[in-house]
Structure formats: C-alpha cells, structure tokens
C-alpha cells in the first residue's frame, strides 16, 4: 500500500520559525528585565501573582511569601491614603502610573523604587492585571534627603542672620539716629535756621530706610505677635508704598511652629514682589485657610501671568519651593500668559 506523505509547505515552516524568533525575543526581553528591574505582577484585586527575584531580594521576602498577597505586605506607612487612592484611580481607568515609592523589607529596613505600572486590558478594555516594574533609587533618595536638610539648615542660618541684623539696625542705628532727630528738633524748637532743617529731613529720611531694611530683614511683629499681624501690618505697608490693593481673608487662630509662619510670610513677601514687578495690576489676594492637617495658603492676581516653562528656574520660584519643601510643604503655581497668576502653598500640620 502507498502513502501519501505531505511535506510541510514553505508557509508553515517560515510561520514556525517567526514563532521561535518570537518566543525567542520574549525571552531575551524577560531575561534583560528580571536582570535589570524589580519586577511584580498583580491581578485585577491587586493579589500578587508574579514576583522575580529582584523583587525577593530587595523585599527580603521569599516567593512563597509574597504570591497571593497584596502589596500592603511592603506598605512603609510613608505614603497618605489618597496617594494610593490616586495611584489605583489612575491604573483603574487604564492609564500607567508613574511615582517614586517607599516600601518596608521583611527585616523593618526601608526602601525606595521608581515605580511604572502598567495595566493589561481585556477586550472590553478593563484591567484584568498590572505590570510593576521598579528600580531601586534608596541610594538617591539618601543623597536627596541629605541636601534638603542641608538647605533646611543653610534656611534656618539665614533666617537668624537676617533676625540678627533686624535687631541691630532696629535697635543699634536706628535708636541712635532718633535719638539724634530729637537733639535736632530741641535745637529747631529754640533757633530757626536752614541747615537744622536739612538735618531734620534727613535724619526722618534715614529713620524711615532703616525700618524699611529693618522690616525687610525680618519683622520683629513676627517673631513678637505672629504671623496674621505681621501679614496684615506687611499688606498695610506694602499698599501704603506701592498703591496696590490687597485683600486678606484669612481663618487661623492660633500660633504655629516659626518655621511654618516664617516660611508663609516669605512666599507670600515673595509672590507680593513679584506682583509688582511684573503682574501689572493694582489689586491681589491673600488668602489663608486651616483644616484638620494642613494650612493652605493662596496669593491670586488678575495681572499678565507668564510661561512656566521658560521662567520655571528662576531664582525666585526656585527659593521659595525650597522654602516650603524644608517644612515638608508643596507649592503650587498656575499661570500662563495674559490669564493672571494663582500661587497655592499647602503645609502638613499635627
């Protein structure tokens, strides 16, 4: 009896062999990710289904430890509530994510990874699984920990500095010099003669520059009363010298740590200086408010605003986001031209 034997066709050898690439190229990419990433799969409810051993070493935790579980297993208790709710909100709708996270290894020991999730669709596009893929920036973090604290520290020098020189003009030269203004005045009130007179105006005129410095430097109603009377007396001035209306709502009563209230009278002096300068307006807001946790700070004109994008390493915006991140503050800034300019401050508070 004959057989009739087919010989595969030259279809089905090439499709077998772009098969082989195929898988082949798979594994390369796995190979290359596993080696350079931490790497974690989750399912929809966020239960761990995969972990390389990147993931293993740096969480200390054995595979068998961690599939089946969620990632609350290396939860630090560093990151609020709504930064996850934000996270999941994003990855449940189907976009990546992207952030820098600290995470707790099974020995207590800390941890930080950059962090991109990337969520799997089904066909009627739902995230059915995620895709963790971390690197480890522990060492970068440190590094950046370490800077803040120093500029926290190069801040607060800076700030006694100024408080230093405040007193001493306020109290030193300034005393003198009216101490000096009454002498001339005695000698006004019994001989009349131009050059008292020319004295008088000057001393008045010097007077008045040294509180201007003095008030500059650091105002004594700050450290003394607080922070509302030293923004209302600072607005007081400010609309006195430069005929720019300001209207101040503020809901605070009671005193904060002399970081916080420092820091808000400096991004407020800050962001009112610049509204002169360049926001063409003669009117502004200053707006301060209290909840639970946090103090939120709000300075608003109507002027020309400008472009972030080419003013965002300007000395200014970068001194006073320095400012609020040394009290574990963020700052924010909405503007674009000819649309005004709305600069928030928000400040964690216990």
Same mark, same amino acid.
């Given at each position: 009896?004959?057989?009739?034997?087919?010989?595969?066709?030259?279809?089905?050898?090439?499709?077998?062999?772009?098969?082989?690439?195929?898988?082949?190229?798979?594994?390369? !990419?796995?190979?290359? !990710?596993?080696?350079?990433? #931490? $790497?974690? #799969?989750?399912?929809?409810?966020?239960?761990?289904?995969?972990?390389?051993?990147?993931?293993?070493?740096?969480?200390?935790?054995?595979?068998?430890?961690?599939?089946?579980?969620?990632?609350?297993?290396?939860?630090?208790?560093?990151?609020?509530?709504?930064?996850?709710?934000?996270?999941?909100?994003?990855? +449940?709708?189907?976009?990546?994510?992207?952030?820098?996270?600290?995470?707790?290894?099974?020995? +207590?020991?800390?941890?930080?990874?950059?962090?991109?999730?990337?969520? %799997?669709?089904?066909?009627?596009?739902?995230?059915?699984?995620?895709?963790?893929?971390?690197?480890?920036?522990?060492?970068?973090?440190?590094?950046?920990?370490?800077?803040?604290?120093?500029?926290?520290?190069?801040? /607060?020098?800076?700030?006694?500095?100024?408080?230093?020189?405040?007193?001493?003009?306020?109290?030193?030269?300034?005393?003198?010099?009216?101490?000096?203004?009454?002498?001339?005045?005695?000698?006004?009130?019994?001989?009349?003669?131009? !050059?008292?007179?020319?004295?008088?105006?000057?001393?008045?005129?010097?007077?008045?520059?040294?509180?201007?410095?003095?008030?500059? !430097?650091?105002?004594?109603?700050? /450290?003394?009363?607080?922070?509302?009377?030293?923004?209302?007396?600072?607005?007081?001035? %400010?609309?006195?010298?430069?005929?720019?209306?300001?209207? %101040?709502?503020?809901?605070?009563?009671?005193?904060? /740590?002399?970081? #916080?209230?420092?820091?808000?009278?400096?991004?407020?002096?800050?962001?009112?200086?610049?509204?002169?300068?360049?926001?063409? $307006?003669?009117?502004?807001? $200053?707006?301060?408010?209290?909840?639970?946790?946090? #103090?939120?700070?709000?300075?608003?004109?109507?002027?020309?605003?400008?472009?972030?994008?080419?003013?965002?390493?300007?000395?200014?915006?970068?001194?006073?986001?320095?400012? $609020?991140?040394?009290?574990?503050?963020?700052?924010?800034?909405?503007?674009?031209?000819?649309?005004?300019?709305?600069?928030?401050?928000?400040?964690?508070?216990?």
């Amino acid at each position: 009896m004959d057989w009739d034997i087919q010989q595969p066709s030259n279809k089905m050898v090439d499709l077998e062999s772009e098969l082989k690439k195929s898988m082949q190229a798979l594994i390369n !990419l796995k190979f290359a !990710l596993d080696e350079s990433s #931490i $790497v974690a #799969i989750t399912d929809s409810q966020g239960k761990i289904t995969y972990v390389n051993e990147q993931f293993c070493l740096i969480s200390k935790f054995s595979r068998e430890e961690l599939i089946g579980k969620d990632h609350q297993i290396i939860n630090s208790g560093y990151h609020s509530r709504e930064f996850f709710k934000e996270m999941w909100r994003t990855i +449940g709708l189907g976009k990546v994510w992207k952030g820098e996270i600290r995470n707790k290894a099974k020995d +207590g020991s800390y941890y930080w990874v950059d962090t991109t999730i990337v969520p %799997f669709l089904n066909e009627k596009e739902r995230p059915y699984q995620y895709l963790a893929i971390r690197y480890e920036i522990s060492e970068r973090k440190r590094v950046e920990e370490e800077l803040q604290k120093m500029m926290t520290r190069i801040i /607060d020098v800076q700030e006694e500095e100024r408080k230093r020189l405040s007193r001493n003009l306020h109290d030193g030269i300034g005393q003198n010099l009216y101490s000096h203004l009454i002498t001339i005045n005695r000698l006004l009130s019994k001989l009349e003669h131009p !050059l008292l007179k020319q004295m008088q105006d000057e001393a008045t005129q010097l007077i008045e520059e040294i509180r201007e410095i003095s008030w500059e !430097l650091r105002p004594s109603v700050l /450290d003394d009363l607080g922070l509302v009377p030293a923004i209302r007396s600072f607005l007081t001035r %400010f609309s006195d010298h430069y005929t720019i209306d300001v209207y %101040f709502d503020c809901v605070l009563n009671r005193r904060l /740590d002399i970081g #916080i209230e420092l820091t808000i009278y400096r991004i407020i002096q800050e962001s009112l200086t610049n509204i002169r300068k360049y926001a063409e $307006v003669k009117e502004a807001t $200053v707006t301060i408010r209290e909840t639970d946790d946090v #103090i939120r700070v709000m300075i608003e004109d109507k002027g020309i605003g400008f472009d972030r994008k080419k003013h965002s390493s300007g000395v200014g915006l970068f001194s006073m986001d320095e400012r $609020v991140r040394s009290v574990g503050g963020e700052l924010f800034i909405y503007t674009s031209p000819g649309k005004g300019t709305k600069i928030i401050l928000e400040i964690p508070i216990a």
